[in-house]
């Protein structure tokens, strides 16, 4: 049975590869189709990127170490119809040793322009699933009214005395990817 995670907990993983699945629902009255990406940044123990190629987003869909395989980009957040709209392979196994937290954001796409925000998404989580067994191991579902925001920490995975372990976020803003970028390089 799947853990429900709340804002700020934390687990350990006891598992070598998993998919992060992330889902959400756009309002169908705003008008414009929701264009939210699922981006990666693994970071050093400095809290930075050790390179750019470590930034893993749609035009950048593999980490250099081969552990982190990025999302497809679902373009208009129709394509889930319940299940995760983007998924984040991750392989912990091949993790390069020099990474020690691995960041998921979501954005929305040219929210200022199509005047979005995540006030106007609906049914938002990050799940982790077991890739051995197919079974969610657990599932954070963003509760918080993000009325203003345009970009959110889902969660992240981070080591901690040799083992691999996960942290519910949640933490909102109002910034597109360019900031997450700025902030981690």
């Known amino acids: ?44 123990d400095n809290g930075k990127l050790p390179q750019d190629e470590y930034f893993i987003f749609y035009n950048n869909k593999f980490s250099p170490d081969g552990a982190v395989e990025g999302a497809d980009d679902d373009t208009t957040g129709g394509a889930s119809d319940g299940d995760d709209d983007e ?11 020099k990474i020690q937290e691995i960041v998921c954001v979501v954005t929305i796409h040219d929210a200022s322009g199509r005047k979005q925000n995540f006030g106007q998404v609906r049914n938002s ?23 203003i925001e345009t970009a959110v920490e889902f969660g992240r995975l981070y080591r901690k005395e040799g083992e691999w372990k996960f942290q519910a976020m949640g933490d909102g803003y109002q910034q597109d990817l360019g900031f997450f970028v700025s902030k981690y390089n």
Do not use: H
């Open 1 to 44: 049975m799947a853990i429900n995670l709340q804002k700020g907990q934390r687990i350990t993983l006891g598992l070598s590869k998993v998919t992060l699945g992330l889902g959400w629902d756009p309002n169908t009255t705003s008008g414009a189709d929701f264009d939210l990406d699922a981006s990666v940044f693994c970071l050093g």
């Open 87 to 97: 998924q984040i392979k991750v392989d912990l196994t091949k993790v390069d040793t």
């Open 125 to 147: 989580y990050i799940r982790i699933v077991d890739d051995s067994s197919g079974n969610e191991l657990a599932k954070y579902e963003l509760e918080e009214d993000f009325s």
